[in-house]
């Protein structure tokens, strides 16, 4: 109660002399901030559209605006990421004033060159742009799209069968283990590409209900933390180069094994009962037939 109080109470008390240093730096580091300026507006604007966008896109409960482009490919959050970042190519940076008549002498050409400039100018993204993580986190799709092509998915998937002979948590814990392996290697979203439709057919031919294999491993996917390819968060803090990739997998390590013991915890006590995973349901149940009916 005594520190809620202090930490909550705004009864003037003497400062320390550090807090004091503290607090004037960070006064002054604020002030050279300066207001609010017309770009960081429109970003500030184009961000929050493009949230609303993401959630608008298919809401589930009405129908979203991808509704309006009967082909696929043309309404993902990608389309509206791009769409929104290649207009800030074209505003420029500088708030237009439109009906003034200028009032400046023709030499302050220069300042209307500079007016007429975009916020983000190719060579400013070209020096700013991170492209290892770009190419870093786009290796991971194709290698996933590869995967999937070659036929590699589903022969790791034939692979899998034998695992028949062992009992369902056993099965289980093997395919998390496997994940939580993979995905430091590769990218979340292409561990989940590859991994979850194998899943699903193992589940299908094993009579496991699919439940009990995607939820851990879908949780397991997201204990990439030992390495920078692992997902574009690690891929950002290594990048500064202030770990090295040893310092990464130390920490990293630790982290895993504790997350993989409290998911296989969690899915063999109460997700159990809580999603009926002693069944398998009908809708796991996918037909083959392809052909005409």
Same mark, same amino acid.
């Given at each position: 109660?005594?520190?809620?109080?202090?930490?909550?109470?705004?009864?003037?008390?003497?400062?320390?002399?550090?807090?004091?240093?503290?607090?004037?730096?960070?006064?002054?580091?604020?002030?050279? =901030?300066?207001?609010?300026?017309?770009?960081?507006? /429109? @970003?500030? !604007?184009?961000?929050?559209?493009? $949230?609303?966008?993401? #959630?608008?896109?298919?809401?589930?409960?009405?129908?979203?605006?991808?509704?309006?482009?009967?082909?696929?490919?043309?309404?993902?959050?990608?389309?509206?990421?791009?769409?929104?970042?290649?207009?800030?190519?074209?505003?420029?940076?500088?708030?237009?004033?439109?009906?003034?008549?200028?009032?400046?002498?023709?030499?302050?050409?220069?300042?209307?060159?500079?007016?007429?400039?975009?916020?983000?100018?190719?060579?400013?993204?070209?020096?700013?742009?991170?492209?290892?993580?770009?190419?870093?986190?786009?290796?991971?799709?194709?290698?996933?799209?590869?995967?999937?092509?070659?036929?590699?998915?589903?022969?790791?998937?034939?692979?899998?069968?034998?695992?028949?002979?062992?009992?369902?948590?056993?099965?289980? =814990?093997?395919?998390?283990?496997?994940?939580?392996? /993979? @995905?430091? !290697?590769?990218?979340?979203?292409? $561990?989940?590409?590859? #991994?979850?439709?194998?899943?699903?057919?193992?589940?299908?031919?094993?009579?496991?209900?699919?439940?009990?294999?995607?939820?851990?491993?879908?949780?397991?996917?997201?204990?990439?933390?030992?390495?920078?390819?692992?997902?574009?968060?690690?891929?950002?803090?290594?990048?500064?180069?202030?770990?090295?990739?040893?310092?990464?997998?130390?920490?990293?390590?630790?982290?895993?094994?504790?997350?993989?013991?409290?998911?296989?915890?969690?899915?063999?006590?109460?997700?159990?009962?809580?999603?009926?995973?002693?069944?398998?349901?009908?809708?796991?149940?996918?037909?083959?037939?392809?052909?005409?009916?």
């Amino acid at each position: 109660m005594t520190i809620f109080k202090e930490t909550c109470s705004v009864s003037k008390k003497k400062k320390t002399k550090r807090e004091e240093m503290s607090e004037k730096r960070i006064q002054e580091e604020y002030e050279k =901030l300066g207001s609010i300026s017309y770009p960081e507006m /429109v @970003t500030a !604007f184009f961000f929050i559209l493009m $949230t609303l966008l993401w #959630f608008t896109r298919e809401p589930g409960f009405v129908p979203g605006w991808s509704s309006l482009f009967e082909k696929k490919g043309y309404r993902t959050d990608a389309t509206v990421s791009v769409f929104l970042g290649f207009l800030l190519f074209l505003i420029p940076a500088k708030k237009p004033c439109f009906g003034k008549k200028g009032t400046e002498d023709v030499t302050d050409s220069t300042d209307d060159d500079n007016s007429a400039e975009p916020i983000i100018t190719w060579k400013d993204f070209q020096k700013t742009m991170p492209w290892e993580i770009v190419v870093l986190v786009g290796g991971g799709y194709a290698l996933a799209a590869g995967c999937k092509t070659s036929g590699l998915s589903t022969w790791i998937g034939r692979q899998m069968l034998t695992l028949s002979s062992l009992p369902f948590w056993a099965v289980t =814990l093997l395919a998390c283990i496997l994940v939580s392996i /993979v @995905t430091e !290697f590769v990218s979340n979203p292409a $561990t989940i590409t590859i #991994f979850l439709p194998i899943l699903c057919s193992m589940s299908e031919t094993l009579q496991i209900n699919p439940l009990y294999t995607l939820i851990p491993v879908a949780m397991c996917i997201s204990f990439a933390v030992m390495l920078p390819v692992g997902n574009p968060p690690n891929a950002i803090v290594f990048n500064y180069g202030h770990c090295q990739i040893k310092d990464m997998v130390k920490a990293g390590f630790g982290v895993n094994l504790i997350g993989l013991v409290v998911v296989m915890v969690a899915i063999n006590t109460w997700g159990i009962s809580l999603f009926q995973l002693n069944t398998f349901p009908d809708w796991a149940i996918v037909s083959n037939f392809t052909g005409p009916s």
